[in-house]
């Protein structure tokens, strides 16, 4: 019986520390289940599709009309190094504006689970750090 009891009560709510082993940084908003791995889950998806979807398509675009540039003689090749370095330079630049482009598709994947967060205490309704400078929470 005593099982029941004690399985009663880590449902609940969070297991919290007694307050005597507590520290002064101690803040009982931070211990709430918040789905650490579909947040994972979401960020791991959020890097691989931009730079699937975004990143190395804009990379290599970039590299094809740089390089067709300089060919067609629009742009000056290098002496020592020829196209190189401008075709590694539109490269990276793509890469960067590709990453840069798939942010506003993160941001609405994560407005998508908004709603779970915020009963964690997340959201524009929330204020963490001054829940957490109250003792008596």
């Given amino acids: ?8 009560n880590q449902e609940k709510g969070p297991h919290l520390p007694p307050p005597s082993k507590q520290s002064l940084l101690f803040c009982p908003k931070s211990k709430l ?3 650490r791995s579909e947040i994972s889950k979401i960020i791991r998806e959020c890097q691989e599709e931009s730079f699937w ?3 190395l398509p804009f990379s290599l675009v970039s590299m094809l009309v740089t390089q067709g540039l ?12 020829g196209s190189l ?4 330079l539109a490269g990276i630049l793509g890469f960067g504006l590709g990453k840069a ?9 994560f407005h998508s689970f ?4 915020r009963g964690a205490g997340f959201g ?3 204020n963490r750090f001054v829940l957490c400078l109250v003792k008596g929470l």
């Fill in 1 to 8: 019986m005593a099982s029941v009891s004690t399985h009663e």
């Fill in 33 to 35: 289940h918040i789905h």
């Fill in 53 to 55: 979807k975004r990143a």
């Fill in 70 to 81: 300089v060919h067609h003689g629009y742009l000056a090749a290098n002496l020592r190094f």
């Fill in 85 to 88: 370095p401008k075709v590694a």
């Fill in 101 to 109: 482009s798939y942010i506003g598709v993160c941001q609405s994947k």
């Fill in 114 to 117: 908004e709603g779970q967060l």
């Fill in 124 to 126: 524009p309704g929330h």
